[in-house]
T-cell receptor, first 114, second 114 residues
Framework: AQSVTQLDSQVPVFEEAPVELRCNYS??????LFWYVQYPNQGLQLLLK??????LVKGINGFEAEFNKSQTSFHLRKPSVHISDTAEYFC????????????FGQGTTLQVKP | GAGVSQSPSNKVTEKGKDVELRCDPI?????LYWYRQSLGQGLEFLIY????????KSGLPSDRFSAERTGGSVSTLTIQRTQQEDSAVYLC????????????FGPGTRLTVL
């Protein structure tokens, strides 16, 4: 079975400050890892994904994440956040060996303050 | 349009009524998923369709829930005898395995059971 834990339910941060949203996963098989963002009253949008290869993955809107297999982590980072980054962020895992269904974490609400 | 579409965007129903939610996937995407997003449970996988294969129904919460996919394209999620705990946002995603290994989500249907 696979599971995802997002360690922070809410992360308040001031504009232009750096931010890290933490994600740990558990899986007995190889995994694909994803971060999705959900803006208020909107659907899920893919930020970035790790399938294979380089463990540092760059996504849209200046976000990046690093896959750490030994620590089973996939933390999301941005060096300088904007007010417009205020949203809910979901980490998810799937396996290339099964149906590809996504197992999501509980989400982290990023609150960017002026 | 080129994205996943869902209808209706909002549905209010009375307890005990049946509802049907529709998903139009991206043209050419052979895989289709339904997820549910609720306050108490977060984002949960419901059901998966891949081509002509038998669907993976392992995420359906009860036998009141069913789904079908006609002609390998449009999918309908049906909830019979709705209960208040069925209130949630129902999300559909479509996917092409091996191309981008990315699920593209629709905007969702917000279901409210009174």
């Amino acid at each position: 079975a696979q599971s995802v834990t997002q360690l922070d339910s809410q992360v308040p941060v001031f504009e232009e400050a750096p931010v890290e949203l933490r994600c740990n996963y558990s899986s007995s098989v190889s995994v694909y890892l994803f971060w999705y963002v959900q803006y208020p009253n909107q659907g899920l949008q893919l930020l970035l994904k790790y399938l294979s290869g380089s463990t540092l993955v760059k996504g849209i809107n200046g976000f990046e994440a690093e896959f750490n297999k030994s620590q089973t982590s996939f933390h999301l980072r941005k060096p300088s956040v904007h007010i417009s980054d205020t949203a809910e962020y979901f980490c998810a895992v799937s396996s290339p060996r099964n149906t590809g269904k996504l197992i999501f974490g509980q989400g982290t609400t990023l609150q960017v303050k002026p | 349009g080129a994205g996943v579409s869902q209808s209706p965007s909002n549905k209010v129903t009375e307890k005990g009524k049946d509802v049907e939610l529709r998903c139009d996937p991206i043209s050419g995407h052979t895989a289709l998923y339904w997820y549910r997003q609720s306050l108490g449970q977060g984002l949960e996988f419901l059901i998966y369709f891949q081509g002509n294969s038998a669907p993976d129904k392992s995420g359906l919460p009860s036998d009141r829930f069913s789904a079908e996919r006609t002609g390998g394209s449009v999918s309908t999620l049906t909830i019979q005898r709705t209960q208040q705990e069925d209130s949630a946002v129902y999300l559909c995603a479509s996917y092409v395995r091996g191309l981008t290994d990315t699920q593209y989500f629709g905007p969702g249907t917000r279901l409210t059971v009174l």
